[in-house]
């Protein structure tokens, strides 16, 4: 019998796209994330990861004025997708799943997220705060 030899997984990269706040950005950026994992091999995560892009380039685009961006980072078996936006203000805390059905459309967003990531957070980028945030979350291959 032979050996079975371990396949080392994509190589590890990262994109970053640049969007106007413009509410067509989200489609711009959850089909450009489609092409990006596709590529990579990694279509088994592109429903997942869409809901999350739609999720987090919304938050971005509908609440800041400025621009935003999509970044998206794989690494040792983890794609990482983080939406930035120039607003150094932290997100709303996401409403706990059990509440979710009280809500309107709005709100959702980072429960959503919160569901299903693996893991999320955000940060800010400088220390006064004067260069924005990136929310982001994660995703494992398994």
Do not use: F
């Not at 940060?123 to 945030?133: D, T, W, Y």
């Amino acid at each position: 019998m032979p050996e079975a030899t371990l396949r080392p997984g994509p190589e590890p990269w990262e994109y970053c796209l640049y969007v106007p706040n413009d509410p067509r950005a989200v489609t711009v950026s959850r089909r450009t994330l489609r092409l990006i994992l596709t590529l990579h091999g990694l279509i088994r995560l592109v429903d997942v990861a869409e809901l999350l892009v739609t999720e987090l380039i919304s938050n971005a685009v509908r609440h800041t004025k400025g621009p935003a961006a999509l970044r998206l980072r794989w690494s040792e078996g983890v794609l990482r997708i983080g939406a930035w936006d120039a607003d150094p203000a932290p997100p709303e805390p996401p409403v706990p799943l059990d509440r979710m059905a009280e809500l309107e459309e709005d709100g959702r967003g980072l429960a959503l997220v919160m569901a299903g990531a693996d893991l999320w957070g955000w940060q800010p980028l400088s220390a006064e705060g004067n260069r924005g945030k990136v929310v982001w979350c994660e995703l494992g291959a398994a």
